[in-house]
């Protein structure tokens, strides 16, 4: 046996018994599923989990509106988005200026979208928008008024020809995670935590992975989350229907508008 071999397998040995040890069960995993998809407003797969795991779905109650929020901020329609926060909480966006900037700035992002998506396009709409909600805001933060300056940019320069920096604010992730910052103040304003534990652990994960490299600890040169079964594994059958249920309920929230990455 080589030096590396004999030096490599015992640590990979010991750091996966002890990984072992300390094993979630089957029902504190479920629930931390459970927590994901709820806190991040996917309602039905909820429902359908609660089913397949055979436990109690959790109860929101202001998850169809958070639902409806975020379907409209991914659509571009900001301006019922607005409307429908302030409905559910009007402080929210009182009391955080910066969020509610952001969401303004959306809006203008997809004004100039519209006028600028033909070549005759009209953009006093979106001049007249800058200049009656975002103008007067901007004062009052140097970041603020830096953005409106970027995102005005975007009436100068061709849309095929952009900056990174530029075709970022036209880029769907830019909706994407505007929704999920509205969504954490929605949550944090009725006392609830504004992350799934499951991203908690996520998170923490990886931090202890940096730290224990960084202490230079024994441990194996690459270690995976561990989320995903093996191929021969199997847990009474429920590997097997859960890949086969996966498609479909995967093309179920696609076309629900529920989807997120971290589910794929």
Same mark, same amino acid.
């Given at each position: 046996?080589?030096?590396?071999?004999?030096?490599?397998?015992?640590?990979?040995?010991?750091?996966?018994?002890?990984?072992?040890?300390?094993?979630?069960?089957?029902?504190? *995993?479920? /629930?931390? &599923?459970?927590? /994901?998809? &709820?806190?991040?407003? /996917?309602?039905?797969?909820?429902?359908?989990?609660?089913?397949?795991?055979?436990?109690?779905?959790?109860?929101?109650?202001? *998850?169809?509106?958070?639902?409806? *929020?975020? %379907?409209?901020? !991914?659509?571009?329609?900001?301006?019922?988005? *607005?409307?429908?926060?302030?409905?559910?909480? !009007?402080?929210?966006?009182?009391?955080?200026?910066?969020?509610?900037?952001?969401?303004?700035?959306?809006?203008?992002?997809?004004?100039?979208?519209?006028?600028?998506?033909?070549?005759?396009?009209?953009?006093?709409?979106?001049?007249?928008?800058?200049?009656?909600?975002?103008?007067?805001? $901007?004062?009052?933060?140097?970041?603020?008024?830096?953005?409106?300056?970027?995102?005005?940019?975007?009436?100068?320069?061709?849309?095929?020809?952009? =900056?990174?920096?530029?075709?970022?604010?036209? !880029?769907?992730?830019?909706?994407?995670?505007?929704?999920?910052?509205?969504?954490?103040?929605?949550?944090?304003?009725?006392?609830? #935590?504004?992350?799934?534990?499951?991203?908690?652990?996520?998170?923490?994960?990886?931090?202890?992975?940096?730290?224990?490299?960084? =202490?230079? #600890?024994?441990?194996?040169?690459?270690?995976?989350?561990?989320?995903?079964?093996?191929?021969?594994?199997?847990?009474?059958? !429920?590997?097997?229907?859960?890949?086969?249920?996966?498609?479909?309920?995967?093309?179920?929230? $696609? %076309?629900?508008?529920?989807?997120?990455?971290?589910?794929?």
């Amino acid at each position: 046996m080589s030096s590396t071999s004999s030096t490599t397998t015992p640590t990979w040995s010991t750091f996966e018994r002890r990984v072992d040890e300390v094993k979630a069960s089957k029902t504190d *995993i479920n /629930y931390l &599923v459970m927590d /994901y998809l &709820v806190t991040n407003n /996917y309602p039905s797969a909820a429902k359908r989990f609660a089913v397949e795991a055979n436990i109690q779905p959790k109860a929101d109650e202001s *998850i169809q509106e958070r639902v409806e *929020i975020r %379907n409209a901020i !991914h659509s571009g329609d900001i301006q019922t988005a *607005i409307e429908k926060i302030n409905e559910l909480n !009007h402080q929210i966006l009182d009391e955080n200026p910066s969020l509610h900037f952001a969401l303004l700035r959306l809006q203008l992002v997809e004004l100039i979208r519209t006028c600028t998506s033909t070549p005759d396009g009209d953009i006093t709409p979106a001049l007249e928008f800058a200049t009656s909600q975002l103008a007067p805001r $901007a004062p009052t933060n140097p970041q603020f008024l830096e953005d409106l300056e970027r995102t005005l940019a975007l009436l100068i320069f061709p849309s095929e020809n952009l =900056a990174p920096s530029l075709a970022s604010l036209l !880029h769907p992730d830019l909706r994407m995670d505007i929704a999920t910052r509205v969504n954490e103040a929605i949550l944090q304003s009725q006392g609830a #935590r504004k992350e799934a534990r499951l991203r908690n652990l996520v998170k923490l994960r990886a931090w202890s992975e940096q730290k224990a490299r960084e =202490a230079k #600890r024994d441990i194996p040169e690459k270690l995976d989350l561990g989320l995903v079964l093996g191929r021969n594994e199997s847990d009474n059958g !429920h590997s097997q229907s859960a890949n086969q249920n996966g498609n479909s309920d995967d093309a179920v929230m $696609a %076309n629900n508008g529920d989807g997120d990455a971290m589910l794929s």
